[in-house]
């Protein structure tokens, strides 16, 4: 049976390869998400990625697309810092996932030290550029694949 990973991206990281490429780099959205739905293949997995710029449709394509996913993998961008209702629902999904920051947050400034969403994931890959997106990915589908407990 395939695992079915859900992959959110969150604002602005449409603009990737062009937006502060010191800071995350030249690759864009559409690379990673190519690599991804190459890796899941290799891994017997699947990949459906959204990005949005808009909380509420973020929220939306967990409460949609979610239940029928096996896990998530989320870099909600800014939201990340704030967004009590991200955090809600990726909470209400109890889905196993993993969130991804292509820099180091820690390194940042100190407004970006904080993820409010992190302590309703199962991990966080941070600071490792556009590869933290695939490590993400084949720790997800390691987990599941393996029946461990997830929680």
């Given at each position: 049976?395939?695992?079915?990973?859900?992959?959110?991206?969150?604002?602005?990281?449409?603009?990737?390869g062009s937006r502060e490429p010191e800071i995350y780099g030249k690759t864009t959205?559409?690379?990673?998400?190519?690599?991804l739905q190459r890796l899941a293949g290799s891994l017997g997995g699947e990949v459906e990625a959204f990005q949005s710029n808009s909380?509420?449709?973020?929220?939306d394509l967990i409460q949609k697309k979610?239940?029928?996913?096996?896990?998530?993998?989320?870099?909600?961008?800014?939201?990340?810092?704030y967004s009590i209702a991200l955090r809600d629902a990726i909470s209400w999904l109890a889905k196993p996932t993993i969130?991804?920051?292509?820099?180091?947050?820690?390194?940042?400034?100190?407004?970006r030290h904080t993820s409010v969403t992190a302590p309703v994931c199962r991990g966080?890959?941070?600071?490792?550029?556009?590869?933290?997106?695939?490590?993400?990915l084949e720790a997800l589908l390691g987990l599941l694949q393996e029946g461990e407990e997830i929680s």
């Amino acid at each position: 049976m395939m695992i079915k990973i859900l992959v959110l991206h969150g604002p602005n990281l449409n603009m990737l390869g062009s937006r502060e490429p010191e800071i995350y780099g030249k690759t864009t959205l559409e690379q990673i998400n190519t690599r991804l739905q190459r890796l899941a293949g290799s891994l017997g997995g699947e990949v459906e990625a959204f990005q949005s710029n808009s909380e509420g449709e973020l929220i939306d394509l967990i409460q949609k697309k979610g239940a029928a996913s096996d896990g998530l993998i989320v870099n909600l961008g800014a939201f990340t810092h704030y967004s009590i209702a991200l955090r809600d629902a990726i909470s209400w999904l109890a889905k196993p996932t993993i969130e991804v920051h292509i820099s180091n947050i820690y390194a940042r400034e100190p407004f970006r030290h904080t993820s409010v969403t992190a302590p309703v994931c199962r991990g966080m890959i941070t600071g490792l550029g556009w590869r933290g997106y695939l490590f993400a990915l084949e720790a997800l589908l390691g987990l599941l694949q393996e029946g461990e407990e997830i929680s």
